[in-house]
């Protein structure tokens, strides 16, 4: 008993193995307005921390607190790349705002794109890794007070 269940075991994960090759991210580039139009956005961000990409301009710092990153991933199954990057844009959002209010920071600023350590800076896209089961953002940024 214990053999054919090994036997079956192992006949599992062989044909699961091109299930897990085949499931490589693909980066894709998608708007930041986009996705901050989507799932509420707008109003599940506090109004009291400011995000700012890359290099956009930001009001005079007072004091740079830290910088930190944050990696998530959410599950894409069954959803469009759109959809899932948006959610999980949300939630790496959402990571980045507790991080401010834990620091009491008023602004993540010079925020990027870091999957797996490469850097992507713009002020209009954030990268997204698409693949065939989970869908992931990851952020750089810096947490400052602005000067009142």
């Given at each position: 008993?214990?053999?054919?269940?090994?036997?079956?075991?192992?006949?599992?994960?062989?044909?699961?193995?091109?299930?897990?090759?085949?499931?490589?991210?693909?980066?894709?580039?998608?708007?930041?307005?986009?996705a901050m139009g989507a799932n509420d956005a707008q109003q599940r961000l506090d109004v009291g921390?400011?995000?700012?990409?890359?290099?956009?301009?930001?009001?005079?710092?007072?004091?740079?607190?830290?910088?930190?990153?944050?990696?998530?991933?959410?599950?894409?199954?069954?959803?469009?790349?759109?959809?899932?990057?948006?959610?999980?844009?949300?939630?790496?959002?959402?990571?980045?705002?507790k991080r401010a209010q834990e620091l009491g920071a008023d602004g993540v600023v010079n925020i990027?794109?870091?999957?797996?350590?490469?850097?992507?800076?713009?002020?209009?896209?954030?990268?997204c890794a698409d693949g065939a089961i989970m869908a992931g953002v990851a952020f750089k940024a810096?947490?400052?007070?602005?000067?009142?």
């Amino acid at each position: 008993m214990m053999k054919k269940l090994s036997s079956a075991l192992a006949l599992l994960v062989l044909a699961a193995a091109p299930l897990y090759a085949s499931a490589a991210d693909t980066m894709v580039k998608l708007p930041i307005a986009g996705a901050m139009g989507a799932n509420d956005a707008q109003q599940r961000l506090d109004v009291g921390v400011k995000f700012y990409f890359a290099d956009q301009p930001t009001p005079k710092v007072q004091t740079k607190i830290t910088s930190d990153r944050t990696s998530l991933r959410t599950n894409g199954f069954g959803k469009s790349t759109e959809k899932a990057c948006n959610w999980v844009f949300l939630s790496a959002m959402l990571s980045l705002q507790k991080r401010a209010q834990e620091l009491g920071a008023d602004g993540v600023v010079n925020i990027v794109s870091n999957f797996n350590d490469k850097e992507m800076a713009s002020q209009t896209e954030f990268e997204c890794a698409d693949g065939a089961i989970m869908a992931g953002v990851a952020f750089k940024a810096d947490f400052v007070r602005f000067a009142k």
